[in-house]
Nanobody, 120 residues
Framework: QVQLVESGGGWVQPGGSLRLSCAAS????????ISWYRQAPGKQRELVAS???????NYADSVKGRFTISRDNAKNTVYLQMNSLKPEDTAVYYC??????????????WGQGTQVTVSS
């Protein structure tokens, strides 16, 4: 079982920056990928960025060149550095982990979410 806790959200003006953190605890046999999703009111949840166990990264077209996902294995933490923020980035951001459980099935876990608001 894995627990995920997001932090680092808040308010920022357009053009500003924030860094989100996702701290993991518990245990799982192996991790396939950790991702950041976001959901704005009235809109579907969308994938923002992901990082695989091998270190490969993927980004939504809307955030390429502005957001960077990274990890610190020693701290069991994944980060999302968000630069040049736009009002349309306003959403609740969620951390997601996919991995292989001890009984050989794929498990999925979600954090509680952290609010990001971009406005002047």
């Amino acid at each position: 079982q894995v627990q995920l806790v997001e932090s680092g959200g808040g308010w920022v003006q357009p053009g500003g920056s924030l860094r989100l953190s996702c701290a993991a605890s518990g245990s799982i046999f192996s991790i396939n990928a950790i991702s950041w999703y976001r959901q704005a009111p009235g809109k579907q949840r969308e994938l923002v960025a992901s990082i695989t166990s091998g270190g490969s990264t993927n980004y939504a077209d809307s955030v390429k060149g502005r957001f960077t996902i990274s990890r610190d294995n020693a701290k069991n933490t994944v980060y999302l550095q968000m630069n040049s923020l736009k009002p349309e980035d306003t959403a609740v951001y969620y951390c997601n982990l996919r991995g292989l459980g001890y009984v050989g099935i794929i498990d999925e876990y979600w954090g509680q979410g952290t609010q990001v608001t971009v406005s002047s």
